[in-house]
């Protein structure tokens, strides 16, 4: 069961961790922002990636997503993004992740009465990159952010309609900005997840608090992880090692 928990590793800090990864047995997600794949070392990433691998460890990657869209109105944003997903996949080759995560780009304030064109943009943009995911056995995730309920990712979901692009279940993120609760969210988009992002907040700001130290109702979402999507990677988000060996205890409960 284990074997099932990553946590999150941004790529500019992974050389001075690793030791630590593999010494405790940590799986990482690692982030790949855009500064990182502008300036990537290709040939250190394939040693990193030896190291993890021969370790036994299994590897997920978090997509770069600041300013980028998959959806987005404007053609050359999506062309920016598109450029970034490809650098993702060149990174996937050799880390050869389970799943890698990425951000919709949808938001109700900017897209409401654009949701339909956005919906299409970024069916047409992900369609590109099912083939990848499938030759590299790997799962794209798309990851709810501003979601207020999830008709949107459902829509976006029924028509790639692939086993290759599925779904990353944020509970902070749903517990900030959703309004619907998470049982409904489940019984919308709880067999297409792939993966879950655990993180713990207030509601009001994204705290990436430990698990059990703000207010989600953690039985309940492991409750619905085992019933709708029981094979999923559970991915703890801390932004510290001190946060990070906190949810790792505090996670036991549910192992």
């Avoid at 001075?16 to 922002?33: F, K």
């Avoid at 069916?123 to 952010?145: G, K, M, Q, S, Y």
Wanted: aromatic fraction near 10%; glycine fraction near 4%; charge should be negative.
């Amino acid at each position: 069961m284990k074997n099932k928990i990553h946590a999150h590793v941004p790529y500019p800090q992974l050389s001075e961790h690793l030791d630590y990864l593999v010494e405790q047995r940590i799986n990482p997600e690692i982030y790949l922002p855009a500064e990182a794949l502008d300036r990537m070392i290709w040939e250190e990433l394939a040693a990193q990636a030896r190291v993890l691998h021969s370790a036994g460890l299994a590897v997920t990657i978090h997509s770069p997503f600041m300013d980028l869209n998959p959806g987005a109105l404007d053609a050359s944003i999506r062309e920016a993004t598109r450029q970034r997903i490809r650098q993702v996949f060149k990174a996937a080759e050799l880390l050869r992740p389970r799943v890698i995560v990425v951000h919709p780009g949808f938001d109700e304030l900017h897209y409401g009465e654009n949701r339909l064109v956005w919906l299409k943009n970024s069916i047409d943009f992900w369609r590109e990159f099912v083939p990848c995911a499938r030759d590299l056995d790997t799962v794209i995730a798309v990851e709810n952010i501003f979601e207020k309920e999830p008709s949107t990712l459902r829509a976006l979901l029924e028509a790639i309609a692939d086993p290759c692009f599925r779904h990353c279940f944020d509970g902070g993120h749903w517990n900030m900005f959703t309004t619907v609760r998470m049982e409904e969210w489940f019984a919308e988009l709880g067999p297409y997840i792939a993966e879950t992002h655990i993180h713990d907040n207030h509601g009001q700001t994204d705290e990436h608090l430990p698990l059990g130290e703000g207010e989600i109702d953690f039985d309940l979402l492991f409750g619905l992880l085992k019933h709708y999507a029981p094979d999923a990677v559970w991915t703890i988000e801390a932004h510290s090692t001190a946060h990070l060996q906190r949810a790792l205890k505090n996670i036991e409960n549910y192992l």
